[in-house]
């Protein structure tokens, strides 16, 4: 089960791939500072540990920074 903070943002994905409200994740505001957020509990680590490739894609970066910081081995989409 998701809940998602706002619509298509940082903050919104942060809490879809850890289960984490913003609060706990630390991701408040778009485009934060990757060393404030607590990424660390994405589930895709746990992914890449079950040997799953984790793969990150996406049609729009405007607002977020995904990526390898997430657990993601290969990031797919615009700069």
């Known amino acids: 089960e998701v809940i998602s ?20 994740h ?15 509990r994405s589930i895709a680590w746990k992914l890449q540990q079950l040997g799953y490739e984790t793969i990150f894609a996406t049609d729009d970066r405007q607002f977020n920074t995904m990526g390898s910081d997430f657990g993601f081995q290969k990031i797919i989409g615009p700069r």
């Open 26 to 40: 630390r991701a408040r505001y778009n485009l934060m500072p990757s060393g404030v957020v607590k990424s660390t």
């Open 5 to 24: 903070p706002l619509a298509h943002t940082y903050p919104a994905w942060s809490s879809i791939l850890t289960g984490l409200y913003p609060e706990h």
